[in-house]
């Protein structure tokens, strides 16, 4: 009853999944974007879920593209099967649609009489409206103008005299809603 025994045990050591996955992001409908999971093993396995909506659900940073916002969970497990789970809130916006008419009549009948801006996700501001003749003379300059109006912008006047029908070329600087500045170029044409 004096008996001894001794054990020999060896232990595998498996350093812990240092990861970080944001708990939120912001993506537009419809447009791709990429899972933002950074870590410091290149040994892991991944399970994405929802995977109907990535390019891949066991890769480390799959690309989705959702219309709705949603929740997107990983599972990573690493080499000494040690699991670690994350999840991101993926929070989904409309992107701003801004819409620059290619064609205005300027006639008098309350009817597509000015030249105007609109968009989609409430009032952007034109900072500046820049429109020039087919010599490049610049025939109109408007700033701060709301864009979604109607009755504001171009009138298809120059020097208080209606300009002849014809194509016009524009430059526009926008400030969106959220507050970015965008720059649109292009042509309209005035149809008396």
Known sequence: ?????????????????RYHLPEMMDAFS?????????HNDLNLEYNWQPAEYLSCNNCKNPTAV?????SITVT??????????????VNITEKDKIYIPNIFSPNGD??????????NKGEAEILEME????????VYIGRNIPTN???????GMYNGKP???????????????????VVEKGDIAVLR
């Open 149 to 155: 109006n109607q009755s504001s912008g171009w009138d």
């Open 30 to 38: 419809g447009e791709p974007f990429v899972l933002p999971l950074v």
């Open 1 to 17: 009853n004096d008996c001894d025994t001794s054990y020999v045990l060896t232990l595998e050591m498996y350093d812990t999944v």
């Open 76 to 89: 990573i497990i690493n080499e000494g099967g040690c699991i670690q789970e994350a999840s991101i809130f």
């Open 110 to 119: 309350q009817q597509n009489d000015y030249f105007n801006v609109f968009n």
């Open 163 to 181: 300009v002849q029908s014809g194509i016009y070329v524009y430059k526009i600087t926008l400030r969106l809603p959220e507050g970015s500045v």
């Open 131 to 138: 429109i020039f003749n087919r010599w490049g003379g610049v």
């Open 66 to 70: 959702l219309s709705n916002s949603q």
